[in-house]
């Protein structure tokens, strides 16, 4: 599986997201461990995410709302 590089991201419930303009990639790790890869992100998508007051609050309003398709691909449990 290709990586994506993460950054680290001022957020309460993710540590890290990183995304891949080319592939329409982003991952996106959570505070338990866990790392989730959504698929044909746009970058649009990617900005308003990085720009939202609330990194938590755009996931579950927002982000999730889009439906973009998604597996789980690293999990520390």
Same mark, same amino acid.
């Given at each position: 599986m290709n990586k994506v590089?993460?950054?680290p991201i001022d957020s %309460?419930?993710?540590?890290?997201?990183?995304?891949?303009?080319?592939?329409?990639?982003?991952?996106?790790e959570?505070?338990?461990?866990d790392v989730y890869r959504y698929f044909e992100v746009p970058a649009w998508e990617y900005e308003n995410f990085l720009g939202a007051p609330s990194k938590g %609050?755009?996931?579950n309003q927002e982000f999730k709302a889009?439906?973009?398709r998604y597996e789980k691909i690293q999990s520390e449990s």
């Open positions: 590089r993460r950054l %309460t419930s993710i540590v890290s997201m990183g995304y891949d303009e080319a592939r329409r990639l982003l991952d996106i959570f505070l338990s461990g %609050t755009y996931l889009a439906g973009y």
